[in-house]
């Protein structure tokens, strides 16, 4: 039997809409290349946005076709999520951090039709990117002023092609299953993979996010998404402001820089602000040697990566700012975790609650979570049992855009995060470790990083890594990989043995490898990948 | 093109699915017939749940078929939620305040299979609705020690049902269009009406209601929802506890006692309540008289009708509870608006202020609204233009169950509500009449509620109504109907004149006549039908 309730689709544009009727002149301010701080209203960037579609149908860009950007965080870049999803087209946001190549191939990829970009990457875009075979031109998002000079043809300043439309668009009727947005992993093996979020899916995560126990987003908020725009849609927070009526405030391309993000904050009453964990340890040091203060501010959104405990404690200590500590994937839109206190936690002592702030957090209503072995059964929730992460969820990616190759999606439907963590019996996760790094010995998981993190405390440890190697009998058995300190010569021995008493027997290191350097990513990640072709043929000593 | 995002459905077994794997050992207190603090957490009343679907699939109910209930809000009221709804039955609550002879015609009309009952009502079950034609027995919500004694064939013990039965059930897939419940309308005219609400309306309606601008739901609350189970699922509270894993405190059969509510609160750490004005006037006056507090609640939703800004301003300034002024409507699932102050508020004079706390408050994200006049012609949200309110939104009703008769819907599928108000530029809604009561004069409306506002302030006025009357010019003209003050004989011509310089001259009643009595509802409304049938041949002065 049918419910009988109205049959209203859960599009972006009914985010617009809502923002329109009932917070049109709250304000978004935007650092920008051309404007140190732009301020603009919610009713003037959804006018511009139709000024947007309009030229793009003029144009020529049709429903369904993907239209990128190479942007920071600022307005335009704002009427553009919202000017080309709500026509119906699909926002391709691409990260300017990826290698030219990478950014050619996604492009190709996405058989992207136009690229709306940020003079300062346009070099970029002069040198390599117009060669892409289906980009019929660039939108240049300035105004004529700071134009760029280019041999190009089919180059547009935004401000000028958006003058002369009109702000009424008829915003078409779309469904909710269809697709919004684009958005490429940047995966450190293989070509970059895409995600296409529905609106379906983005109107859901944005409602999610707004919750309470998430982010507790309401029009009482003023917030500065740190996070690119260009990754995972700054973490839905473009979505999720106009559907609460907070306030927006862009840093634009100053996004690592402290002094910018201080001024933000306290100018602009900055009540939540979202971001990596180094992004608030660049804050932070900047508080320390300014001494300046950002009051107003009430909490922190953290993710990426784990926040370092003692970031958090300095916040909450020092500048009363509570970290909320989250974990996602751009599969997952990105939201899977938020690490929220329980009532019960009020009476913990300092170290059992910093214990738990360091975990990756609790599911958000909609996202499913279970942990599995290498036979694919479901491990207890007790958090000691740890195992492959998988997801299921309606903002979670059902499949990559055209990569028939992937493998993470099984016939369950279940999406394999590629992490190994634990969960506890109040549901937080913490991760510790990823499933190509875990050290499978004898049928059992041995986390690497938790053995990095102890040798880490050795006294002669400058660095260290942990990697399995083969091994005739238990398949793999870890090895530590260390760098010694300046001027310190530990023995293997006693490093090993430093583990005795902090792991089980079994997870003790089989042997220690001196090295000169471990190879690091462009995020400063130890690159594992190459750790193991390093000492693939390591022989263990007996 | 479409996204490629994971169809996972919305529905009310993803709710149970998330409170079972997040917050197990979360409480459920109830008040019941049987035991004065019954304590459960969600994991055992799921658990039952699933026993009650076993239970009545071996009883014969298929899917989509319907289960009454006849209950109090207790933790036996919340299993029937999850075991009817999840097991792909519908739940049809019953408003026990209805006629005995409508609650045989809404159980005909729905076709219920099974009436779940609390002990009180059994007498009205077996002298009446035993005779209902579908109905194939009754379950008694109590234990054996409590049963009522009966000669009907057909009647099971709820826990006796239940206790044989595996707490395993295998909930089916449900698509989210699905029917989970059926509410009918108490409508002052006419037979009630069926809402049937999907799975989706009901997840959406919870997700929104969770929001920081609405009831702000969160792991942290313990709420206790005055509203009944029978009246639109407690306002969704029971679906929206378990998504954020707050504490339910259910008061049974002890609504309306103020002794009860303060004892629960504070025995219970209630921080959030919700009910109707009058329960919150009754609270208050047990307060007053018993000098007791209620230190741990923070905020009452009301909503059922306007609250009165002296309740208020009572529970805020003498107790520290915040009110959230909310308005909704059966058809609506039921949340439409809720009156949360906009940062700018913060400077406001008291009565400004309190200006707005008077007004129903602003849209929820997912509930579109707007208002018109006679023609359908749509009018200014300027707060001054006042029309027809109309709504659209994901948990909105399409039609009525089986009511071809019905005409509340518009062919762009806008619901009418049947209220009349104003909606400011910040988008607060404020009802100032029911369309069939406001006076329609030259194609222009008066409010008749204003009208009685003003004359109640008249010191020889005991109560005040004001209708339209017909009027060969102006179509309609409004009359004022008086109870006289007692020992007060107050002139026609100076009743009238008291309304100079509050109103346009044009609004000004036309007339005055004085009654006994004024005719009232079961809950205390004006029957506005009576007086217009009562004045139907009235003639007003040239």
Chains 1, 2 share one sequence.
């Not at 996602?328 to 019960?344: A, F, R, Y």
Request: net charge negative.
């Amino acid at each position: 039997m049918q419910g009988l309730m109205m049959n209203t689709q859960l599009t972006i544009t009914t985010i617009m809409q809502h923002a329109q009727s009932n917070n049109p002149g709250v304000e978004i301010v935007s650092v920008t290349g051309d404007n140190p701080r732009h301020r603009t209203t919610y009713r003037q960037a959804f006018d511009r946005a139709g000024q947007l579609a309009n030229a793009l149908v003029k144009l020529g860009v049709g429903r369904g076709e993907r239209v990128a950007t190479l942007a920071w965080n600022d307005y335009r870049h704002f009427e553009a999520y919202y000017g080309v999803s709500c026509s119906g087209m699909v926002l391709h946001t691409i990260n300017p951090r990826l290698f030219p190549e990478q950014i050619s191939y996604i492009i190709n990829h996405a058989e992207d039709q136009w690229l709306l970009i940020d003079p300062m990457f346009w070099p970029l875009a002069e040198q390599q990117l117009a060669q892409c075979k289906t980009l019929k031109g660039f939108i240049i998002l300035t105004d004529s002023a700071h134009m760029p000079e280019t041999t190009l043809d089919n180059v547009h300043c935004y401000e000028d092609l958006i003058a002369g439309e009109e702000a009424d668009f008829d915003w078409p009727d779309i469904e909710e299953g269809d697709a919004c947005a684009l958005c490429y992993t940047s995966g450190t093996t293989g070509n970059p993979k895409g995600v296409l979020y529905s609106h379906r899916s983005t109107v859901l995560h944005a409602m999610a996010e707004c919750l309470p126990d998430a982010m507790g987003l309401s029009g009482a908020d003023a917030i500065l998404p740190v996070v690119p725009m260009f990754h995972v849609n700054a973490w839905g927070i473009p979505y999720a402001a106009p559907m609460v009526g907070a306030k927006l405030v862009f840093p634009g391309p100053k996004m690592g820089d402290g002094e910018t993000l201080q001024d933000l904050i306290e100018s602009e009453g900055v009540t939540l602000a979202a971001g990596v964990p180094t992004v608030w340890l660049g804050l932070l040091n900047y508080l320390r040697e300014s001494g300046k203060r950002v009051d107003c501010l009430e909490r922190t959104v953290v993710g990426g990566s784990a926040c370092p405990v003692a970031i958090m404690q300095a916040f909450k200590n020092e500048y009363q700012v509570e970290t909320l500590h989250a974990w996602g994937m751009t599969e997952m839109s990105p939201i899977g975790t938020m690490n929220v206190p329980m009532p019960k936690h009020a009476d913990l002592s300092e170290a059992a609650y910093w214990a738990i702030k360091a975990k990756q957090g609790r599911a958000v209503y909609g996202v499913e979570m279970k942990i599995v072995d290498d036979d694919n059964n479901e491990l207890p929730h007790d958090g000691k049992a740890f195992g492959a992460l998988k997801v299921r969820g309606p903002w979670v990616c059902s499949s990559y855009y055209e990569r028939p190759d992937a493998t993470e999606h099984d016939a369950e439907g279940w999406f394999s995060t590629g992490d190994v963590c634990t969960i506890d019996p109040d549901g937080y996760m913490q991760i510790t470790d990823r499933t190509k790094d875990v050290i499978k010995s004898g049928g059992e998981w041995i986390s690497s990083i938790e053995l990095e993190n102890i040798a880490m405390g050795h006294p002669d440890v400058a660095e260290a890594a942990v990697i399995g190697v083969a091994h005739p009998k238990w398949d793999e058995r870890p090895l530590l990989i260390v760098v010694r300190k300046e001027g310190s010569d530990p023995d293997k021995q006693a490093l090993l043995d430093y583990f005795d008493g902090k792991v089980a027997d079994w997870w003790k290191p089989n042997d220690v490898a001196f090295v000169e350097e471990i190879p690091h990513t462009a995020t400063g990640k130890i690159q594992k990948l190459a750790l193991r072709k390093q000492f693939m043929a390591y022989q263990l000593p007996e």
